[in-house]
């Protein structure tokens, strides 16, 4: 069955590095735009970045831009988020998401599949 699985989260300081990734299975991963998203209680779902089926195009919220980095490694049928200069606001459940889409960022209804979520916590 389709799977999408996030691992790499956990306890940060402000100013430090995570890398964030997501494995998935049950689906042709290299047909599928791949987006990260975050939220936290009581907030509304945050998208943060995007890429195409090949990685060619990302897109990224204005939140993050120029601090987190998007990539995928269509043999490994894996998706990272590379996330620098982490902030207290960065603190989130972050999880990824695909969409036969082409553009790197989509509507929210178009994603088909989602992971569960990795916790994300920075600290001040």
């Known amino acids: 069955q389709v799977q999408l699985l996030e691992s790499g989260g956990g306890l940060a300081q402000a100013g430090a590095s995570l890398r964030l990734s997501c494995a998935a299975s049950g689906f042709t991963f290299s047909t599928y735009s791949m987006g990260w998203f975050r939220q936290t209680p009581g907030k509304e779902r945050e998208f943060v970045a995007g890429i195409t089926r090949s990685g060619f195009s990302t897109d990224y919220g204005d939140s993050v831009k120029g601090r987190f980095i998007i990539s995928r490694d269509n043999a490994k049928n894996t998706v990272y988020l590379q996330m620098g200069k982490l902030l207290p606001d960065d603190t989130a459940i972050y999880s990824c998401?695909?969409?036969?889409?082409?553009?790197?960022?989509?509507?929210?209804?178009?994603?088909?599949?989602w992971g569960r979520g990795t916790q994300v916590t920075v600290s001040s």
């Open positions: 998401a695909a969409t036969r889409a082409f553009s790197p960022r989509a509507t929210m209804a178009d994603y088909t599949y």
